[in-house]
């Protein structure tokens, strides 16, 4: 019998291949040493997707378990808008599915082959993106470790977006220096090819240092016909940036292409660098930078924490808008809105959940602490945050909704009283409608009508 999940070599629009039920299979990316990636098109959304298939025999003859492994573990944690994102892993007995965003761009190597290089607003654009992307992965304790521009990908409004985790390491503080020989020969630090261990983090940088001289100049710094000629000029650092390069650049680009990685500029220098701030006010940047730790503590937070207690009345006010003085010392603060649902944490999670994807977006939800209380992180399709939805215990049928909204377009169409009315509808459809206590009532109101500090 044919594999259920298997896809064909080559699918007609006519006998497109449907794998599980959910894709249907189109044309053809990409062909790599280990895998095939094609276009796909999810059949209830219709939205597009990107679905690398991975062979699992080739994998185990040729040594990639732990790659496959490597990439799967990595790409879970990263969600970022320039980061492409693994939406689900599926297998069948003989293949692995990748289900990824889908880059309508291709790849930057692609566009650069095609049209030399960029003019320097350009670069200087894609490479704020690709140190958003960096610092977002060094974050969170993760080293690309292959950072090319085949692995950079553009979508459909020339944004960069970050893929392929296959050769990344997972590192955190006090461990010792990684060992492992990878890469790609042209983007090497010269410590990697000394063989003496090597800091992840500084290998990324001098890859981007590779990255942004070949956006500028449209040729590589280090080549040669002979492989161990190009070694020796790395390890030298000899390269010459082309003429038409500014001063600024050339600065930079010499700082991330410095041979020794204890002088090599770092993350917080290249923000710092004037060629890299050029036409960006702070907003812009905090924007860029940031690296959606809050949400992620969040959620660590309530997967820790144990609390079986209902809320009391000192909770609620506590909690309320005309209490929240994070205005006056963030000026940026999200807005919030505060109302009471009937029913069970759990159930309310379950809503969100399910009026979330049915707006098209992600939901995670955790309650894996105390029974009282509950939270859930609403992501758009590029991983930016639509807004944190937090749910509190108030009594055994009622419960108390925080949401907090994130930025951007999603989450400015899903205000917090759509959430309100989405969830309290819902409520009333399946018989929990319950009176509100005045006093929670009260709070409710104070917080949706903009006047408190909170920042709305």
């Given amino acids: 019998m044919p594999d259920p999940g298997e896809a064909p070599p080559h699918s007609s629009p006519s006998t497109a291949k449907i794998l599980f039920k959910s894709y249907e299979l189109g044309r053809l990316l990409g062909v790599g040493a280990f895998a095939k990636v094609y276009y796909a098109r999810h059949t209830r959304s219709g939205h597009g997707v990107a679905i690398k298939i991975i062979s699992k025999s080739k994998s185990l003859r040729c040594g990639l378990s732990v790659n496959i492994h490597r990439e799967i573990s990595a790409m879970r944690r990263l969600h970022h808008p320039h980061i ?60 690309h470790r292959d950072l090319k521009p085949e692995n950079l990908l553009l979508d459909e409004s020339n944004n960069l977006k970050l893929s392929d985790f296959g050769l990344s390491a997972v590192k955190f503080d006090g461990e010792a220096l990684l060992q492992t020989l990878c890469g790609t020969p042209a983007y090497v630090a010269p410590e990697i090819l000394l063989k003496k261990g090597y800091d992840g983090a500084k290998v990324d940088i001098w890859s981007c240092g590779v990255i942004l001289f070949v956006m500028n100049a449209g040729f590589l ?9 190009m070694y020796r000029k790395i390890c030298r650092g000899e390269f010459r940036c082309p003429k038409w390069t500014s001063a600024e650049l050339k600065r930079l680009i010499s700082r991330l292409l410095d041979t020794n990685p ?37 959620i660590l937070k309530i997967e820790s924490e144990d609390d079986e207690r209902d809320l009391n009345a000192f909770d609620i006010v506590s909690m309320s808008g005309g209490f929240d003085l994070s205005g006056f010392f963030n000026p940026t603060a999200a807005a919030r809105e505060m109302f009471v649902v009937g029913g069970r944490v759990e159930e309310i999670l379950e809503r969100v959940e399910v009026v979330g994807r049915g707006e098209g977006l992600g939901v995670r939800r955790r309650r894996r ?80 009508s903009g006047e408190s500090t909170s920042g709305s």
């Fill in 369 to 448: 602490g105390g029974k009282g209380r509950g939270g859930a992180a609403v992501e758009g399709r590029m991983g930016s945050l639509v807004a944190w939805v937090e749910v509190f215990r108030l009594s055994p049928e009622m419960v108390v909704v925080l949401v907090e909204r994130g930025s951007g377009e999603e989450a400015e169409r899903l205000s917090g009283e759509f959430w309100k009315e989405s969830l309290v509808t819902r409520a009333k459809r399946n018989g929990d409608e319950l009176p509100q206590p005045p006093a929670v009532e009260a709070v409710g109101e104070a917080s949706a």
């Fill in 262 to 298: 204890a002088t090599r500029i770092t993350i917080e220098g290249i923000l710092d660098d004037p060629w890299f701030r050029m036409g960006m006010d702070e907003e812009n940047m905090r924007r860029l930078m940031r690296f959606r730790e809050d949400i992620e503590d969040r």
């Fill in 84 to 143: 492409i994102r693994l939406l689900e892993v599926l297998a069948s007995r003989s293949t692995i599915y990748f289900v990824m965003e889908y880059a309508k761009g291709g790849e930057l190597f692609a566009r650069l082959s095609s049209r030399g290089r960029l003019p320097e607003h350009q670069t200087r654009r894609l490479f704020h993106q690709l140190i958003s992307a960096v610092a977002f992965c060094h974050s969170r304790g993760i080293f």
């Fill in 221 to 229: 710094p280090f080549n040669d016909p002979n492989l161990m000629a």
